[in-house]
């Protein structure tokens, strides 16, 4: 079965410290993983793509890395900031379709970053 | 750029009543559009996508439907609301094969 799993489930940190995040995927065949940033009632948005040739991709603060062979992921954040107050989402995409309907989405994990 | 519309941003309907939200994108042609809704510790459950006009497929059975009237436009509904249809509920687009996907900035419905 598809699935992908994330942990922890929520996070408490203080404003300047690094976290990860981690993503275990179960998908199979792999196309890419994505990890999007979700503030409160609001849209998720992208934050970083990587497809399996892929070791580390990085944006700003944000930096992904993929492993593909062990199926992990994580999403490390430096000197976090107020704003990074967030659900972070991992998505991996299956089978290429048409419709793009091969996404698997993990539940998320809510940080929260603290002054 | 493109940019993707959704509204209301908030709605509170009592139990039986009809729903329609609206999404719309501006600034690309023929995406494909997708309807999701998340729930409170869940994960985003896809509802509804549309590859074209007129056409649309459900992934999940419910009382709800959904229509694309225009090539940009994605609409949401349903006859008779129930309690478990409260949610986020989230439109998105992409171009072709749906890899990356853009989201709007969400419908926060309550049924009461």
């Known amino acids: 079965k598809n699935q992908v799993e994330q942990s922890p489930q929520s996070l408490i940190i203080l404003e300047g410290k690094n976290c990860t995040l981690q993503c275990n995927y179960t998908v199979s065949p792999f196309s890419n993983l994505r990890w999007y940033k979700q503030d409160t009632g609001r849209g998720p948005v992208s934050l970083t793509i990587m497809t399996f040739s892929e070791n580390t991709k990085s944006n700003g603060r944000y930096t992904a890395t993929l492993d593909a062979d062990t199926k992990q992921s994580s999403l490390h954040i430096t000197a976090s900031q107020l704003s990074d107050s967030a659900s972070y989402i991992c998505v991996v995409s299956g089978t290429f379709n048409q419709a793009g309907t091969a996404l698997i989405f993990g539940k998320g994990t809510t940080l929260s970053v603290s002054s | ?112």
């Open chain 2, 1 to 112: 750029s493109q940019t993707i519309h959704q509204w209301p941003a908030t709605l509170v309907q009592p139990v039986g009543s009809p729903l329609s939200l609206e999404c719309t994108v501006e600034g690309t042609s023929n995406p494909n559009l997708y309807w999701y809704r998340q729930a409170a510790g869940r994960g985003l459950q896809l509802l509804f996508y549309s590859v074209g006009i007129g056409q649309i497929s459900s992934e999940v059975p419910q009382n709800l439907s959904a229509s694309r009237p225009q090539d940009r436009q994605f609409i949401l509904s349903s006859k008779k609301l129930l309690l478990s249809d409260s949610g986020f509920y989230l439109c998105a687009w992409s171009g072709f094969g749906g890899h990356e996907q853009y989201f709007g900035p969400g419908t926060r419905l309550t049924v009461t």
